[in-house]
């Protein structure tokens, strides 16, 4: 069966850096999708991998290794607003989108 | 504002009565999903359309049915709603252009059947 697994909570603090793991197997792959979501509110894209290694935008950074099936998402200098679920989920070989359950992510100041 | 919209934002329903969620985008997108999320589940895809006159089952299909007669317009119909069919419901678009096909959501729809 097809599995994307990632941490339930995490917790942070205001200002530091923590790092969002995601493991998956999949029938396939065509890319790795990390989305935000704050409570009560809709998806929203953050990153999109498909080659191995890390593609960094501003505070965000998200990294991925196709023969380990191991995916991160990196937040640097952490703000309140921070504080949502993160999403992985990977495009199959039928393009459908397979979702983990999302870590909420709590930041402390 | 483009973007998806989707209506009603919240609905209490009796169980066996039918409703029907609405999604409309105006990206003009090929691809629209239906999905639904639940608390410690991940997004489960219910019923997608990669262009307008078709349609496909999802991971959750069973009490669903879609329509796609046009581009911008994808609703969502409970024959007749069970209880655990309460869920919140989010409608997506992507350009399925086969590249990165990012899907953007709309604000989702919360229904309680009881």
């Known amino acids: 069966g097809q599995n994307i697994d990632q941490p339930t909570e995490m917790t942070a603090t205001e200002g530091a850096i923590v790092q969002i793991n995601c493991t998956y197997q999949?029938?396939?792959?065509?890319?790795l999708f990390w989305y935000q979501q704050h409570a009560g509110e809709a998806p929203t894209f953050l990153s999109y991998?498909?080659l191995d290694g890390l593609e960094e935008k501003g505070r965000f950074s998200s990294f991925l290794s196709r023969s380990k099936g191991y995916s991160y998402l990196l937040l640097k200098e952490l703000q309140m607003k921070d504080s949502a679920s993160y999403l992985c989920?990977?495009?199959?070989?039928?393009?459908?989108?397979?979702w983990g359950a999302g870590t909420k992510l709590i930041i402390k100041p | 504002i483009a973007g998806i919209t989707q209506a009603p934002t919240s609905q209490i329903l009796a169980a066996g009565r039918r409703m029907t969620l609405r999604c409309t985008q105006d990206?003009?997108?090929?691809?629209m999903y239906w999905y639904r999320q639940d608390l410690g589940l991940g997004l489960r895809l219910i019923h997608y359309?990669?262009?307008?006159?078709?349609?496909g089952k999802g991971e959750v299909p069973d009490g669903y049915s879609v329509s796609r007669a046009n581009t911008d317009d994808f609703p969502l119909t409970l024959a007749s709603a069970v209880p655990s069919q309460t869920s919140v419901y989010f409608c997506a678009s992507s350009e399925r252009t086969g590249g990165t096909d990012t899907q953007y959501f709309g604000p989702g729809t919360r229904l309680t059947v009881l």
């Open positions: 999949t029938s396939g792959f065509n890319g």
């Open positions: 991998n498909v």
């Open positions: 990206m003009r997108h090929n691809a």
């Open positions: 359309s990669n262009t307008a006159g078709t349609t």
């Open positions: 989920a990977v495009l199959d070989s039928n393009y459908q989108l397979i």
